[in-house]
T-cell receptor, first 115, second 113 residues
Framework: AQSVSQHNHHVILSEAASLELGCNYS??????LFWYVQYPGQHLQLLLK??????LVKGIKGFEAEFIKSKFSFNLRKPSVQWSDTAEYFC?????????????FGQGTILTVHP | DTGVSQDPRHKITKRGQNVTFRCDPI?????LYWYRQTLGQGPEFLTY????????KSRLLSDRFSAERPKGSFSTLEIQRTEQGDSAMYLC???????????FGPGTRLLVL
C-alpha cells in the first residue's frame, strides 16, 4: 500500500537551532514530493516541491529538502529556525507522477520553536 | 487569484442529519480534490474531479458520502445520515492540469453530536 511516514510527531527546538524532519514513502515508481506547512490558525500552504531534476530543492523561508531515491526519503531541512517557524509540517507524495491526482500525506510533525 | 474558499467554516450537527459543504476552487483550476483530516493525522484523500468528471474515489468514501462538481467550477460534498465518526476537518484543494501543485482552502470543521 502507498504510505508516507514522518519520523517525529513533535519536535521542540530553540531559535537558531538546525532542523531536519524526516519523511519516507513506500513504492519505488515515479513520485512527486511535497512539503506543506500549516501555521497556527491558517490553512495548508506549500513549502516546497520536487518533480524532477536537482534532488536538492529550495523552498520558501529558507527551507530546503533533499530527495534520495535509493532511500525513498525526502527530508526537510533548515539551518537556523525562527520562532515564526512554529507550525505543523506535512510531507505528501503524489504517486504515479502527474497521472494521478491524489496526495498521500504523512501524519505530520509539530514543530515548536522557543525564542 | 483569491484562493480556494470553503463554506461553511464550521458546522455542528446532530447524528443522523445531512450536511453539505461547498468548495470554490481557484478560478480556471480544472482539478478539484476533497480530503478529510482528523486530529493528529495528515489529510486523507476522499475524491478528485477533473472538470465535472469524478475520476477517483477513496474507499473511505462510504455510500453516505457524495460529491458533485456539476459545471466544472464549484463542488459540493454531502454527507447523509451523519455519524460521530464523521467529525473531522474537510479540506478542498485545487490545481491546474499539468501543474500538480494543489492549493488548499481553509477547510470546514464538522462536529457531529
Amino acid at each position: 500500500a502507498q504510505s508516507v511516514s514522518q519520523h517525529n510527531h513533535h519536535v521542540i527546538l530553540s531559535e537558531a537551532a538546525s532542523l531536519e524532519l524526516g519523511c519516507n514513502y513506500s513504492y519505488g515508481g515515479t513520485v512527486n514530493l511535497f512539503w506543506y506547512v500549516q501555521y497556527p490558525g491558517q490553512h495548508l500552504q506549500l513549502l516546497l516541491k520536487y518533480f524532477s531534476g536537482d534532488p536538492l530543492v529550495k523552498g520558501i523561508k529558507g527551507f530546503e529538502a533533499e530527495f534520495i531515491k535509493s532511500k525513498f526519503s525526502f527530508n526537510l531541512r533548515k539551518p537556523s529556525v525562527q520562532w515564526s517557524d512554529t507550525a505543523e509540517y506535512f510531507c505528501a507524495v503524489n504517486y504515479g507522477g502527474t497521472s494521478y491526482g491524489k496526495l498521500t500525506f504523512g501524519q505530520g510533525t509539530i514543530l515548536t520553536v522557543h525564542p | 487569484d483569491t484562493g480556494v474558499s470553503q463554506d461553511p467554516r464550521h458546522k455542528i450537527t446532530k447524528r443522523g442529519q445531512n450536511v453539505t459543504f461547498r468548495c470554490d476552487p481557484i478560478s480556471e483550476h480544472n482539478r478539484l480534490y476533497w480530503y478529510r483530516q482528523t486530529l493528529g493525522q495528515g489529510p486523507e484523500f476522499l475524491t478528485y474531479f477533473q472538470n465535472e468528471a469524478q475520476l477517483e474515489k477513496s474507499r473511505l468514501l462510504s455510500d453516505r458520502f457524495s460529491a458533485e462538481r456539476p459545471k466544472g467550477s464549484f463542488s459540493t460534498l454531502e454527507i447523509q445520515r451523519t455519524e460521530q465518526g464523521d467529525s473531522a476537518m474537510y479540506l478542498c484543494a485545487s490545481s491546474s492540469q499539468g501543474a500538480e501543485t494543489q492549493y488548499f482552502g481553509p477547510g470546514t470543521r464538522l462536529l457531529v453530536l
